[in-house]
């Protein structure tokens, strides 16, 4: 009774006393319990959840594990964009199921792609990113070769490229001066896009780079050689052309691909006649097979273009292609009338005559020898016009092409008679750096050629060059020992004129040490004079001195001192019967005429002894043999009845 009416009197208070109205504890306590319960089952909920997804994505193959924790936070964060992550993990299933890559590989391009999304752009990301998913690719070829996988291309290759494909369009689009990027684009649109793709690509780079006549002329070789479009090509070209209007290199490709496109027509033509169909209907226009097309921008070009070099470039193309003889003819005919004063006409005109043929096709020689005959009457035509040439044009340039021709045939050569020849014109008429150019040349096909290295520091020393003792001891290295006494004799009488007293005798020196046998023994004369001439009479003794045990010897090697001696004031006998003794030991046994002088200085000599040359006629006798004692007899006869 009491219990409700303490109810009704709740009921009938004012709202705010009602407000105020404490609550009993059991309704309290239910709404806390059920607050926490909720709030636990909430997180054990979440708790599990996060449990099961690191547990299904770390779980572990033969190698690795597929993803660390960091990763997976990474993964799962909502900062990361969602196109990326369902891409790259969708991909990453495909290749984990087939084997093809484990999952660091693949996690590194996550990691690049992240890096592009950013806020702040950079362009090395975008070409890191781009060299990444590239080497995959690749990488995923060869894995698939190796193992036989061949499944599931769409779902991974074709995926990363449009991938990497829209990756290049951004970079290409913020980034639109860079030609680099733009040609890398290119680059991998040739190797994995398709050709429309890069018709694209190509249409969009030449509106923002049109001032580059190298894509234009890239863009339509594509079109021509890849799509098989000339129409295609040939707009690209002429689009080009309204662009840059004197650019030779445009007028060159573009003249080069009519008479391409001219000549697969030809072959076409060519291959329906020859399956015996109906060419009727199609179009083989006569004009356009004989290449008119080219004719025509031939035409227009020259007017436009002036010099021998464009001119010689489109006749070296036209070359190329054999049905275009007649315009080879007219483009041959127009260049010597209109560029006869240029050193470049006559150069062309001089080669040429190498390719002309003397004989009809079916006479040509069969042999080497006879091959060489005819190459070396072909030289002598092309050296004849160029004597003409520098008769005509004397000029530094006309020279220098003569010289270039000169150098190219040299090194075909196996003679180096041609080339010597050369530097002693070139000598002749004082052009010492062309001939220093051709000697350099011709040592260096010919190193173990004497003649070449003495006509190279021949132009070195009329030169005064200052390398000249480093070219003697560049010779020395290349050329044996027994062939280098000229050089060794050179580079002395070269030093005799320009160094000192003290390096000629080095130089002398070195050589006796090079030099051995009997190529020393013009060398050790050439030393004696040289002391005589530098040093007098007390430096060729000298020589003489550290020589003399030094063999082998020649007679006018003794009969240079011997002469020395007596050429001096106070001519010393004593030393004159040294200087014979000296030679008769050496050739004592051959030579008549030293006995017969040894005598002769004994009788006539202020200080000789006329008494020993009886002992002096004895021991020739004995030494002497054969002829050579019979004409030593003959003669000591004769000198003694006064006749000799």
């Given at each position: 009774m009491q219990r409700g009416r303490r109810g009704d009197l709740a009921r009938n208070a004012p709202p705010r006393a009602r407000a105020r109205a404490p609550e009993g504890p059991g309704r309290r306590e239910r709404t806390a319990g059920w607050r926490e319960r909720a709030l636990f089952f909430l997180t054990s909920f979440r708790a599990l959840v996060f449990v099961c997804l690191f547990y299904l994505l770390t779980k572990k193959s033969k190698k690795e594990p597929l993803?660390?924790?960091?990763?997976?936070?990474?993964?799962?964060?909502?900062?990361?964009?969602?196109?990326?992550?369902?891409?790259?993990?969708?991909?990453?299933?495909?290749?984990?199921?087939?084997?093809?890559?484990?999952?660091?590989?693949?996690?590194?391009?996550?990691?690049?792609?992240?890096?592009?999304?950013?806020?702040?752009?950079?362009?090395?990301?975008?070409?890191?990113?781009?060299?990444?998913?590239?080497?995959?690719?690749?990488?995923?070829?060869?894995?698939?070769?190796?193992?036989g996988y061949s499944f599931k291309k769409d779902e991974i290759e074709n995926s990363i490229v449009h991938r990497v494909q829209g990756v290049f369009r951004r970079a290409s689009a913020k980034w639109k001066d860079d030609v680099q990027l733009w040609l890398s684009y290119v680059v991998f649109c040739k190797k994995w896009a398709t050709k429309p793709q890069l018709s694209k690509v190509f249409s969009a780079m030449l509106a923002i780079h049109s001032n580059k006549p190298a894509l234009w002329i890239m863009a339509a070789k594509w079109e021509m050689e890849d799509r098989l479009s000339s129409e295609s090509a040939r707009q690209l070209f002429l689009r080009a052309l309204r662009f840059h209007p004197e650019c030779p290199k445009l007028y060159q490709e573009y003249f080069r691909m009519e008479l391409m496109h001219a000549e697969k027509l030809r072959k076409e033509k060519q291959e329906f006649e020859k399956a015996k169909m109906d060419v009727g209907n199609l179009d083989y226009p006569e004009e356009i097979l004989n290449g008119e097309l080219a004719r025509i921008i031939y035409k227009n070009s020259v007017s436009i273009i002036k010099g021998a070099e464009f001119h010689v470039s489109l006749l070296s193309i036209a070359q190329l292609f054999d049905f275009a003889t007649d315009l080879q003819r007219e483009i041959y005919d127009d260049l010597q009338a209109l560029h006869t004063d240029d050193p470049l006409t006559w150069d062309y005109v001089a080669r040429r005559e190498l390719e002309v043929e003397s004989q009809p096709a079916g006479e040509q020689p069969a042999t080497k020898q006879a091959r060489a005959v005819e190459l070396g009457r072909k030289e002598e035509r092309c050296c004849a016009v160029y004597e003409e040439a520098v008769k005509t044009l004397p000029t530094e340039a006309m020279w220098k092409c003569y010289i270039n021709f000169c150098l190219e045939r040299f090194t075909k050569k196996t003679s180096s008679q041609f080339l010597r020849e050369k530097i002693d014109l070139l000598l002749h008429h004082d052009f010492l750096k062309?001939?220093?150019?051709?000697?350099?040349?011709g040592t260096a096909s010919f190193r173990d050629s004497v003649t070449m290295w003495q006509m190279k520091l021949q132009v070195l020393i009329n030169s005064k060059s200052p390398d000249i003792a480093m070219c003697f001891e560049e010779a020395f290295v290349h050329l044996k020992a027994q062939d280098c006494l000229p050089l060794w004799i050179s580079?002395?009488?070269?030093?005799?004129?320009?160094?000192?007293?003290?390096?000629?005798?080095?130089?002398?020196?070195?050589?006796?040490?090079?030099?051995?046998?009997?190529?020393?023994?013009?060398?050790?004369?050439?030393?004696?004079?040289?002391?005589?001439?530098?040093?007098?009479?007390?430096?060729?003794?000298?020589?003489?001195?550290?020589?003399?045990?030094?063999?082998?010897?020649?007679?006018?090697?003794?009969?240079?001192?011997?002469?020395?001696e007596k050429e001096q004031e106070s001519c010393k006998m004593a030393n004159l019967r040294e200087y014979y003794e000296r030679a008769l030991r050496e050739f004592g046994s051959v030579d008549s005429d030293l006995?017969?002088?040894?005598?002769?200085?004994?009788?006539?000599?202020?200080?000789?002894?006329?008494?020993?040359?009886?002992?002096?006629?004895?021991?020739?006798?004995?030494?002497?043999?054969?002829?050579?004692?019979?004409?030593?007899?003959?003669?000591?006869?004769?000198?003694?009845?006064?006749?000799?």
């Open positions: 993803v660390s924790f960091s990763d997976l936070k990474a993964r799962i964060s909502p900062q990361a964009p969602r196109r990326t992550s369902c891409g790259i993990l969708r991909e990453s299933l495909y290749l984990r199921d087939s084997g093809l890559l484990p999952w660091a590989i693949i996690k590194k391009a996550s990691d690049l792609e992240y890096r592009i999304q950013r806020r702040a752009l950079f362009k090395e990301d975008f070409i890191n990113y781009v060299q990444y998913e590239i080497n995959l690719l690749e990488l995923i070829q060869r894995r698939r070769t190796r193992i062309e001939a220093l150019e051709v000697a350099v040349a580079w002395a009488e070269w030093s005799e004129g320009t160094k000192r007293e003290e390096d000629t005798e080095a130089i002398f020196k070195k050589a006796l040490l090079a030099v051995k046998g009997a190529d020393s023994v013009t060398l050790k004369n050439k030393y004696l004079d040289w002391a005589y001439r530098s040093g007098g009479y007390k430096k060729a003794r000298a020589v003489f001195k550290s020589l003399q045990e030094s063999r082998p010897f020649s007679v006018d090697f003794f009969r240079k001192i011997i002469q020395f006995w017969m002088d040894y005598i002769k200085e004994e009788l006539n000599h202020p200080l000789g002894k006329p008494e020993n040359c009886g002992q002096i006629y004895w021991r020739a006798i004995k030494m002497l043999q054969g002829e050579s004692a019979e004409m030593f007899v003959a003669k000591h006869a004769m000198h003694q009845a006064g006749h000799l």
